[in-house]
Nanobody
Framework: QVQLVESGGGLVQAGGSLRLSCVASGGTFSSYHMGWFRQAPGKEREFVAAIRSGSYLYYADSVKGRFFMSRDVAKNTVYLQMNSLKPEDTAVYYC???????????????????WGQGTQVTVSS
C-alpha cells in the first residue's frame, strides 16, 4: 500500500521560507511522478509542482522562481523548497504520487492516485 507522509509546514511571515518533505513508502517511486498540490479554504486543489523520472520538473506559474522541487531517490523523499512566501501561498499542501508516463495531465489533481494527509502552511502579512 502506497503511503505518503508530509512534514515541514508551519507559520511564517511574508518573504520567509519553508521546506516541505514527503516520504513515500510501499511502491517503486523512482519511476513514479511525484507532485505537490495545495488547497486553500473554499478553493479547489491546485497544482504546485511535479517531478518525473529523469528529474524533469514542472511548476505552476504562480510559484515559478520561488518554489523548487527536488527528490532523493535513495530516501524515497521529495522536497518543496518555498522561498519569498506570500500570504496567498497559505494553504494545506499535499504530496501526491502516480505511476504514469503521461505528462499533459500532470497539473490535474484527479489524475493522481496517491495522496498524503497534507501539511498546513500559513503565511502572515
Amino acid at each position: 500500500q502506497v503511503q505518503l507522509v508530509e512534514s515541514g509546514g508551519g507559520l511564517v511571515q511574508a518573504g520567509g521560507s519553508l521546506r516541505l518533505s514527503c516520504v513515500a513508502s510501499g511502491g517503486t517511486f523512482s519511476s513514479y511522478h511525484m507532485g505537490w498540490f495545495r488547497q486553500a479554504p473554499g478553493k479547489e486543489r491546485e497544482f504546485v509542482a511535479a517531478i518525473r523520472s529523469g528529474s524533469y520538473l514542472y511548476y505552476a506559474d504562480s510559484v515559478k522562481g520561488r518554489f523548487f522541487m527536488s527528490r532523493d531517490v535513495a530516501k524515497n523523499t521529495v522536497y518543496l523548497q518555498m522561498n519569498s512566501l506570500k500570504p496567498e501561498d497559505t494553504a494545506v499542501y499535499y504530496c501526491a504520487a502516480r505511476a504514469s508516463t503521461s505528462t499533459t495531465d500532470i497539473p490535474i489533481a484527479t489524475m493522481w492516485g496517491y495522496w498524503g494527509q497534507g501539511t498546513q502552511v500559513t503565511v502572515s502579512s
